[in-house]
């Protein structure tokens, strides 16, 4: 691999505390890491060079959160929905029943598709979850074939129970016989702590199994309405606590005193008719805070972490420089990584350049697409 000089970049997001903001700045790549940060009248030689000629350059976004093992389509619901229907989480059986259906060559194809797309955006980090199989032989495949495509793969047998079966019974298999079939293929579990899906107990017993078996873990929580989710996810130690839609101030207190993040998804509190969440709460209290976009085929149908940095600016009264590093460091923590969402030396060579002087344009000229450049892993995508 080749190392590439990134240079001309006008406006260069780090996040790195020591670094800062930098203009009129250069990047070396090599390896597939940063090997050098500076003032571009100081970068040295590379076996190439690109010249950005005054564009912001930022790391990939990092999406923590994403469901991309499915097949069929929820087109009908999303319309109902936008009529006035309710969202309802029983909405997640129809997926099951055509990913259950689909073969894994359709599967693999979709996987492809929506990591190809995510990648062309900007995304360069990507997270996904099992959880449209519910039976071992069919979350054992998710994850096999999540594992082929995305950097993070996660376990969520326990993303509803399937129609007919029995909630203790359920829960049991989730935390016996699936657990350990996929366990060795995944390094996340998480659980649906919610109404119509998961009570505390039951989640409690699925997050407890998976921590026994070496698994880092999530919460899907508070997402429908005030409930358990996050209060759970901070008892049991969890790295992420995802959608936090609905939050008491005891949630934001017990957030603010744990290393648990609150990942919030604007997008499928949009397309679910949800309020979206009150992050200056978190914020003001000093919670680290991540953006995702949730992608699925029910509730979140996007692919576009621009969207939903443009989204917290415009609608959540998150600053530019807020909701840029919710998308990148902050996915990266919910990750519980230290070398993605960041662009230091030593990092992975995870790049975004924007066709725009900064960073500020994303929320200033929304739904247009600003991506020029990404590397990811030091190769160049685009």
Known sequence: MAAVLVTGIGELTTN?????????????????????VGAAAD??????SVDVDGRAVL??????????VFAGDRTAEFGARMSGQPYAAGGIAVTVDATRAASDAKLAAGLRK???????????????????????ADELRSAVLAGQ????????????VPPGAKADEYVDLVCGPMLDAVAPH???????????AFDEDQSRTVLTAAGKKGLGLRVHGNQLGPGPGVRLAVEVGAAS????????????????DSDTVATLLPACDLSTRQPLPEVRALLDAGVTVALASNCNPGSSYTSSMAFCVTTAVLQMRMTVEEAVRAATLGGAQALRRDDVGV????????????????????????????????????????
Not at 43 to 48: K, L, S, T, V, W
């Open 59 to 68: 790391p990939g976004w990092v999406d923590s959160h994403t469901h991309l």
């Open 343 to 382: 662009l230091r030396p030593g990092s992975r060579a995870d790049v975004h350049v924007l066709d725009a002087p900064s960073t500020t344009h994303l929320a200033y000229r929304p739904g247009v697409p600003l991506t020029w450049a990404v590397w990811r892993a030091g190769v160049r995508q685009r």
């Open 114 to 136: 929506h990591v190809d797309e995510a990648v062309s955006q900007g995304t360069t980090y990507i997270e996904t979850k099992t959880g449209y199989g519910l039976t071992v």
């Open 149 to 160: 495509y995305a950097d993070e793969v996660t376990f969520l047998g326990a993303h509803l």
């Open 43 to 48: 970068a040295p030689d590379a076996d190439e």
């Open 241 to 256: 606590v995802d959608h936090c839609t609905y939050l008491t101030p005891a949630d934001v207190a017990a957030l603010a």
């Open 16 to 36: 790195d505390a020591e670094l800062g903001k930098l203009r009129n700045a250069a990047l070396v790549l090599d390896g597939g890491r940063v090997a050098w």
């Open 186 to 196: 995944v390094s996340w579990a998480d659980v649906f702590c919610e109404t119509g």
